[in-house]
Nanobody, 119 residues
């Protein structure tokens, strides 16, 4: 599975951005998808995750009420709608997918996209 991430950029505090993660390849093998973020000197952290047909969604406390994760299985694409952005949301955002292919577990990462929240 290959992942292509888009949608990062510079936004003012209180603004919104939508990230997209388009999957290609053996997309039918994908089970869970998630968004992570990382700032220099810190570990990559989970922002939100979504499984299966979207029936199980989890958010980091920092994302609850402001971010919305969704997936369009027909387009093999996952989204992260980020509203009410704060400077502390500044980070490189990554998408991740997990699944099983030919009986073996795999985890794949997309390239990061920079999100900068600043006035």
């Amino acid at each position: 599975v290959q992942l292509a991430v888009s949608g990062g950029g510079l936004v003012q505090p209180g603004g919104s951005l939508r990230l997209s993660c388009a999957a290609s390849g053996s997309t039918s093998s994908i089970n869970a998808m998630g968004w992570y973020r990382q700032v220099p000197g810190k570990q990559r952290e989970l922002v939100a995750s979504i499984t299966g047909g979207g029936g199980n969604i989890n958010y980091a406390d920092s994302a609850k009420g402001r971010f919305t994760i969704s997936r369009d299985n027909a387009k093999s694409t996952m989204y992260l709608q980020m509203n009410s952005l704060k400077p502390e949301d500044t980070a490189v955002y990554y998408c991740n997918v997990e699944g099983y292919y030919m009986g073996s577990y795999y985890s794949a990462w997309g390239q990061g996209t920079q999100v900068t929240v600043s006035s």
